[in-house]
């Protein structure tokens, strides 16, 4: 059983258009945008990080806004909804912005013991804030979120699954402990994360698989110390018999992707270096930055890509 993975690191996912995204997140949601560069991958689509003031690994939400992109369409094999941590006794605050902020789907429920607010993002991307008592990390204080209410990064994710056997399995060798389970609800935990510590599967064998698209997670990434770390927890997923990605240069964070049984695209990113690298923390997120190989093509690119007015 590995060691080495400390929670979430980030989650990706897809949106239609990048200025309702930035918005939704900053001015809404009240997270800073730390860094706005392009996928690395399609350098003529963003990629916008989102989180606390330093985008410490377990609180970053990023998106790759791609301007036709199909809605998707929700069902197994994906991330179902992301969860953020909110303080005690801040629900009825977060209830009442979303409505005033015209949020769709709003629903508030409780699981696993914990009171949680639902709601949809832009693109029907599924998520709740979730109230932690014990959660001392600082969450990023915009004009009207004080630090009664800030978002203080993930909470955890949940996983719809056709057959949650292997996933569970999985979960297990990478370190996380079953917590709890309702009805068709499995919670995982890992022990020493970083506060983005849970899993949840939701175990629906009758239904259909997820098609990808604008509100779709494209990924989630799971944290690990350094390099060093990583090569040991991908040397083990590669001797269990998953099929691991060479290392890759992020800039902010080397990453390792994998396929998963259920579906579900995998990354484990380390912490290291961390968005700071190339920015002043009191200026993260404003300047369009571009990995080096890009750098030649900058005035291209920056014609490509709609200006994000902030
Ligand atoms: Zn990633």
Redesign the pocket.
Known sequence: MLTQIKGLH?V?SMAANAQVNSDFFTKTLGLRRVKKTVNFDAPDVYHLYYGDEVGTPGSVM?YFPFPHIAPGRPGTGEVGETYFAIPKGSIDFWKGRLDTLGVKDINETEVFGEKRLRFSGPDKDGFSLVEVDSDKRDGWLHDDIGAAEAIKGFHGASMRLQDDGAMRELLGFMGYEKVDQKAEWTRFAIPGGNGADFIDLESLPQANAARQGAGSVH?I?FAVEDRAAQLEVRKALMDTGYQVTPVIDRDYFW?IYFRTPGGVLF?I?TNEPGFDRDEDTAHLGEALKLPSRYEPHRSQIEETLSPIND
């Open positions: 980030h990706t990023t990924h990434a990453a990354e990113a």
